[in-house]
């Protein structure tokens, strides 16, 4: 496809250029296996470069007048609007993404860029009263220079979007690392939209590469003062470590086991279409999904049967098809992974309320129940399209379950009763939890992040300004001090 060859490339200093690492990156359609376009990776050398340029340009940006700075979002947002179509089909074919997925992600995309345009007038500074007389105290918000960022493939288009676009508005400049399966989607296609924006050379690189090529050069770099990061927890350890021993702020955002929990009193049809959703949106490929449906015994009878009919009813196959719900894994390991975990769970006691088989990259639904109390699948993240039913009783042991995870992102509380589930979202311990509706959720006001291993730091709104400039006090004594010595 010309569109993903177009944008093979490295984009350093406002150039698209190839890498000149020893082995390319092969981006593949995850549903027939079609070659959509061959990248030769970049080197630390290249990334060196995408630094030093960005420091470059990043001096005069941040001096540039931020209404001038506005103008850049609202013209990438139009661009977008335009482009609507032709990245939706680009969506289904780089990730597998369903047309459902492709325009949740595309909303999300145009929803961040319009908050985006407002950031460049955000940051406020402050005047501070002082016990010494004649003194004046100025606190500045400041860009942070230069920020690194590495994106997932799931979401990428959004999900570099809600990190990028903020931090450029911001006054600073951005090297961008997408995921070796989403380059396009989570890197060079955000780089030609600013470009035909406007966006001056420098200000935003894209760096294609792995770091079997590059190591930790993207984060130990001496010029970027914050990197974001968005994966799996595992990954986002090693990110944290570099960053602290190097003395740089990181902001992960990284993997969860949210709980679904149907209380005694909910409507069970609701809560059922609200567990669908947020377990299989884009086949489980989310790190907001409901691994865990929490169900009160009073009802279990009734919503497992209902569930199970819902789930079963899901249309499983090619995501070009307007009809499909659940597309392919990104990659034959995570079809692999998914598939191992669901026959370990079963082999080891768990009931399969439903067994969806594996035809390639495609892994269709599966529930399972009746675990054993030890049972390691409870506690991980599932990242494709199984849901772990579970009964509880009562509110404490509802709470038990939900927190008896090493993560702590998402969740959702089902009940008749608001103020009831107010009381028991706020005794899960998760950064984002809601009461009514889906666990998939992200609003471009709301501090978005989790607990425990599901991140370090909040991003959207305010935590935004918070994560991508800096305070600067400077005192000015207007009349004389007085010195002991």
């Given amino acids: 496809m010309s569109f993903f060859t177009d944008l093979a490339h490295q984009y350093i200093d406002g150039e698209w250029k190839a890498g000149s690492g020893s082995w390319d990156i092969i981006d593949f359609n995850p549903y027939d296996g079609e070659k959509l376009a061959s990248i030769t990776v970049a080197t630390a050398d290249e990334v060196d470069q995408a630094y030093r340029a960005a420091e470059r340009a990043q001096r005069e940006w941040a001096e540039t007048n931020p209404y001038t700075r506005r103008a850049v979002f609202e013209r990438a947002l139009r661009i977008i609007e335009d482009r609507e179509e032709e990245i939706t089909e680009a969506i289904i074919a780089e990730l597998g993404g369903t047309r459902l997925k492709a325009a949740f992600e595309i909303h999300l995309t145009k929803e961040f860029l319009r908050e985006a345009v407002h950031f460049a007038l955000r940051p406020e500074g402050r005047v501070l009263p002082s016990p010494e007389d004649g003194k004046e105290n100025r606190l500045y918000r400041l860009p942070v220079g230069v920020v690194g960022v590495i994106s997932p493939f799931n979401f990428p288009l959004f999900l570099s979007t809600k990190t990028v676009a903020p931090a450029l508005a911001l006054g600073n400049a951005v090297v961008l690392k997408p995921h070796q399966n989403a380059p396009v989607m989570g890197g060079s296609l955000l780089a030609k939209v600013f470009e035909d924006a406007g966006l001056p050379a420098g200000l935003l690189n894209v760096v294609i590469t792995d770091i079997a090529e590059i190591g930790d050069a993207l984060i130990e770099h001496p010029v970027p003062s914050v990197i974001s990061f968005t994966g799996s927890d595992r990954v986002g350890r090693h990110v944290a470590t570099v960053c602290a021993s190097h003395f740089k702020r990181s902001i992960l955002e990284m993997g969860g086991n949210s709980a679904l929990i149907v209380l005694d009193d909910a409507d069970i049809d609701y809560a059922v279409d609200a567990a669908v959703f947020s377990r299989f949106v884009h086949q489980g490929q989310v790190c907001m999904a409901a691994n865990r449906i929490l169900v009160d015994r009073a009802v279990q009878a009734e919503f497992t049967e209902k569930f199970v009919a819902k789930v079963a009813g899901l249309k499983v196959g090619d995501p070009a098809d307007p009809a499909t719900h659940i597309g392919p894994l990104i990659n034959s390991s995570q079809a692999d992974a998914v598939t191992a975990v669901v026959e370990q769970a079963i082999a080891s006691g768990a009931k399969a309320l439903l067994h969806g088989s594996t035809q390639g990259n495609v892994v269709a639904p599966t529930i399972l129940t009746d675990f054993p109390h030890d049972s390691p699948i409870l506690g991980q993240e599932i990242f494709g399209p199984v849901a772990l039913l579970l009964p509880f009783d009562g509110e404490d042991d509802a709470v038990r379950i939900a927190n008896d995870t090493p993560y702590g992102l998402s969740g959702a509380v089902h009940t008749a009763d608001t103020e009831r589930g107010v ?44 994560a991508f400039t800096t305070q600067k006090w400077i005192s000015v004594q207007h009349g004389r001090s007085r010195f002991p010595f």
Avoid: C, Q, W, Y
């Fill in 423 to 466: 009381r028991i979202a706020k005794r899960v311990r998760t950064g984002m939890i809601h009461v009514n509706d889906g666990t998939v959720h992200d609003e471009a006001i709301v501090p978005f992040g989790g607990e425990k291993n599901s991140g370090v730091g909040r991003l959207n709104g305010e935590s935004t300004v918070d």
